[in-house]
């Protein structure tokens, strides 16, 4: 059983920054990765936002938020961050962590993630 923990979310003006934090319980070791997506108000899909392997740090990004969002992992804490810097209106959504059980063929689908955390809210005044 793995459990997925998310903070760091909140109310934000354009331009500024949050930084998110997902703390992973349990069973992780055999976890390959963690993922971030997000899903919009109105919007049924969640959209990929960033992934980063456990092992060697291998980072993704969707090009909407490459250059502005940088993720980083601390093994010893079981903990991935989300920096999400010059936010705009379109990054306000509720964010979420995943994990999948073994190693998928991409990161950027939601289907291959086994474990969610709840999602903290993210939003963005103009």
């Known amino acids: 059983q793995v459990q997925l923990v998310e903070s760091g979310g909140g109310l934000v003006q354009a331009g500024g920054s949050l930084r998110l934090s997902c703390a992973a319980s349990g069973r992780t070791f055999s976890s390959y990765a963690m993922g971030w997506f997000r899903q919009a108000p109105g919007k049924e899909e969640r959209e990929f936002v960033s992934?980063?392997?456990?092992?060697?740090?291998?980072?993704y990004y969707t090009d909407s938020v490459n250059g502005r969002f940088t993720i980083t992992r601390d093994s010893a804490k079981n903990t991935v961050y989300l920096q999400m810097n010059s936010l705009g209106p379109e990054d306000t959504a509720v964010y979420y962590c995943?994990?999948?059980?073994?190693?998928?063929?991409?990161?950027?689908?939601?289907?291959?993630?086994?474990?969610w955390g709840q999602g903290t809210q993210v939003t963005v005044s103009s």
């Open positions: 995943a994990a999948p059980k073994s190693r998928p063929v991409t990161l950027r689908t939601p289907t291959v993630y086994d474990y």
């Open positions: 992934a980063i392997t456990w092992s060697g740090g291998k980072t």
